[in-house]
């Protein structure tokens, strides 16, 4: 496996800052109310749960217990409630060895919710989310420092309205940015991200100027909009990334998969702490694949995640 040792600012020279963490993420935390059933109901019907469970969700808070689980250092940086769903949130990060330090405290504010039912015989989720009303995070000065002492950088959707400041800053760690759908200033994170990750269902969305009819003509278009390196997931088919012309496509290894809820959210951890580490592009994706593989084994989003050892020796079998 060829593994590429330098970080690179927006110029493309060597990143040379002194690294305070291996990621810094910025994104949403909420509470997980996970339900496992036997197959997804219709209305109006009364149908019994399997299993239960309450965990700690978001994608922010899910990727930065994922860089934490495989041994590097997060700092986590979002907006919590100070109601006891925040305290939660926030004491479920602090068991996993994320910095919370830089998480801002709203007083009065709302902690969000997610309702994930789980279908037991396939182990795919639908979620019914809870829109957050907790304020967006600013670039002032103490995030900006925070930032330069980043091996990387991951944004969360939630964050995209950091793109248009952080394209005025001229050197920074590589930039990853988890996209989930078409919003606001999501053109301007076109041109900052580094790293632009996709599911492949954001190329299927209407509004979007995307030609073409097969995944691959689909994804080059995508391609020629973004200035960075485009990775698209495609849940079991694995990931996708462009070697020229050429699509590249990284399969998942075997794995019986009991719930899909937090595996893009894994895999986005996983890629960025990869980038912090210095491997090259197919290592980044194939390390992703399969920390986002392995995390499907068990209920909820994190208690499947591998540890680092773990991770790299199933790589081993990814192509």
Excluded: W
């Amino acid at each position: 496996m060829h593994i590429v040792v330098s970080l690179h600012n927006r110029e493309g020279k060597a990143f040379m800052g002194k690294k305070k963490f291996d990621v810094v993420v910025v994104g949403r935390a909420c509470i997980d109310h996970l339900c496992v059933v036997d197959q997804y109901p219709d209305e109006d019907v009364k149908m019994p749960m399997s299993a239960r469970l309450v965990e700690g969700g978001g994608q922010g808070a899910t990727a930065a217990c994922c860089v934490a689980r495989l041994g590097g250092t997060v700092a986590y940086v979002g907006c919590l409630g100070d109601d006891g769903e925040g305290l939660f949130c926030r004491k479920r990060l602090d068991e996993f060895g994320v910095n919370t330090s830089y998480t801002h405290i709203i007083p009065g504010g709302r902690t969000p919710y997610a309702y994930v039912f789980i279908t037991g015989t396939s182990g795919r989720r639908t979620i019914i989310y809870e829109p957050g009303m907790l304020p967006a995070v600013e670039l002032d000065h103490s995030l900006s420092d925070l930032f330069m002492h980043a091996g990387a950088i991951l944004l969360g959707p939630q964050a995209t309205n950091l793109a248009a400041p952080l394209m005025k800053k001229d050197s920074l760690p590589p930039v990853v940015y988890d996209c989930e759908r078409s919003r606001a200033g999501l053109e301007d994170m076109m041109g900052c991200a580094d790293h632009f990750i996709p599911h492949y269902g954001f190329l299927e969305q209407e509004g979007l100027p995307i030609r073409g009819s097969s995944k691959r003509e689909r994804i080059i278009s995508l391609a020629g909009m973004v200035k960075g390196c485009l990775i698209v997931t495609d849940g079991e088919h694995g990931a996708y990334y462009l070697n020229g012309e050429s699509l590249v496509q990284v399969h998942p290894p075997a794995v019986r998969v009991r719930d899909t809820t937090g595996a893009g959210d894994n895999f986005h951890g996983a890629y960025a702490l990869a980038l912090s580490r210095g491997f090259d592009l197919h290592a980044a994706v194939c390390f992703a694949v399969s920390t986002a593989s392995l995390s499907c084994r068990e209920y909820g989003g994190r208690a499947g995640i591998p540890d680092y050892e773990e991770a790299v020796e199933v790589m081993k079998m990814v192509r």
